[in-house]
């Protein structure tokens, strides 16, 4: 015979030993024959009574649900029944027996599952303690990681007033090296338009004493020619022509 086969004989054989002992002491787990048959109308009146909705709504409740005459009748008679000793003693002895069946069937279940679930529940249970433990392991890896990112981060926190003054003072540096190209752009440009005016100013002089000894020679020549017209003389038109000639040269 297989060590699983006599394990369970051996439970059976032991299920059945205790049974038998605890039907014998308290009886079966409900009430005796003998008492139904003494009191059985009572005790279907008690059962009635309790198992109906205006008693429960009554119990839970009962502000909300008053009891009427007969229902207060009936819940006089639940308590004066529950208070019998005929009663106390059968409710009693049943509710031992079945106390005592409850616990060899929990027992029972008990003993199966150490014997035949033992290994698959330890098996279950290396398996949770090594999801644990790695989940330990990540838990520890993730909080690492945020020591790092939080030590960066004061590290970051601590150098941004630095930070902070070199970006002020190359902006600074930029505005003046910025300032100081423009107006040396602006420096150049007004002496480029001021070269540019002198220039187009001694263009417009050169320009006003060309008109202006244009008109002179014309004039001059108009002059000569009245005279010439009026005298008529070729030895005196000879001298003002030398004159004339002489008095050109000597103007700028």
Do not use: C
């Not at 119990?59 to 006089?76: F, G, T």
């Not at 303690?129 to 838990?139: D, H, M, S, V």
């Amino acid at each position: 015979m297989s060590p699983v086969k006599r394990f369970l004989l051996w439970t059976a054989a032991a299920y059945a030993a205790i049974a038998i002992f605890t039907f014998a002491a308290f009886g079966p787990p409900r009430l005796s024959a003998a008492y139904l048959e003494a009191h059985g109308d009572d005790h279907d009146r008690y059962l009635e009574t309790i198992l109906s909705d205006e008693y429960v709504l009554h119990m839970q409740s009962p502000r909300r649900h008053p009891a009427d005459e007969a229902l207060a009748a009936d819940i006089a008679f639940v308590s004066e029944y529950r208070n019998r000793p005929e009663f106390r003693r059968a409710d009693f002895r049943r509710s031992m027996s079945q106390f005592l069946f409850d616990a060899l069937n929990a027992g029972v279940v008990v003993v199966l599952a150490v014997r035949f679930g033992r290994q698959p529940l330890l098996s279950f249970l290396d398996r949770q303690i090594a999801e644990l433990r790695n989940r330990l392991q990540w838990a520890e890896e993730a909080a690492k990681e945020a020591e790092a990112q939080k030590r960066a981060a004061q590290e970051r926190l601590s150098h941004l007033d630095e930070e902070r003054m070199r970006i002020a003072r190359q902006t600074h540096e930029l505005i003046v090296n910025t300032r100081e190209a423009i107006q040396a752009a602006t420096e150049q440009n007004v002496a480029q338009i001021e070269s540019e005016a002198e220039e187009r100013i001694h263009v417009e002089q050169l320009e006003a004493a060309k008109r202006m000894k244009q008109e002179l020679v014309d004039r001059a020549i108009e002059r000569l020619k009245e005279r010439y017209e009026r005298e008529r003389s070729e030895a005196t038109v000879g001298e003002r022509v030398e004159a004339f000639v002489s008095d050109l040269e000597r103007r700028p």
